[in-house]
């Protein structure tokens, strides 16, 4: 019995196991539709009986699978720990929390719910090769994150002392003008902030320049690592 349900539950690569991966995976797109129909106004009350008996039985049938794979893998705490497991729990979690709960504060949770998108990860061999080109610069990853935090404060200082005396409404202290840091930086542009002086009009042309750079640097890195991987 342990060996049928390892191939089934474990084993992607047998028949059986590959069956039981698409049941699974159309269980989750269903599950994701069922999700958006919840949020149309105005439903049927027999619509929100079908939609919460449905999501009963997904809840259920997800269990059984996070079960299951806890009992097949040795330590069972190795897959509980993991990545995958962790988006198993937050898949099911949103129900149990909620169930026998009518509290606004509580029923965000179900937000959750869409952590089953992230379960459709486990079944596509492409996703692993993507995982494994994150792997490969993952230092270079990390240092380019801590030179952007560096650089946006940068940023908010230098904007902080052009802009701050003629509009201190906005740019009142270094944390606000992080804000327009940021959307400068990734070229967003809300327009809720932005300079009115020369000095600060200059230094937000150089921003953006820079910002653009900044895109493309982490951008190259990842293309190049998935170009190596995909020579593996």
Known sequence: MKKFLIKLVIESDSKIGKRFDIFIQVLI??????????????????????????????????????????FLTSPPFKYLFSFYGLIDILAILPFYLTTGFDLRTVRVFRLFRLFRIFKLFKYGTAIDRLVEAFAEIKKELILFLIGTLFFIYLSSVGIYYFESQAQPELFKSVFHCMWWAVTTLTTVGYGDMYPVTIGGKLFTTLIVFIGMGMVAVPTGLFASAVSKTFKK
């Open 29 to 70: 797109v269903l599950s994701i539709i069922s999700f958006s129909i919840e949020t149309l106004p105005d439903l049927d009350n027999d619509v929100l009986i079908i939609l919460d008996l449905f999501e009963l039985i997904t809840v259920i049938l997800f269990s059984v699978e996070l079960i299951l794979r806890l």
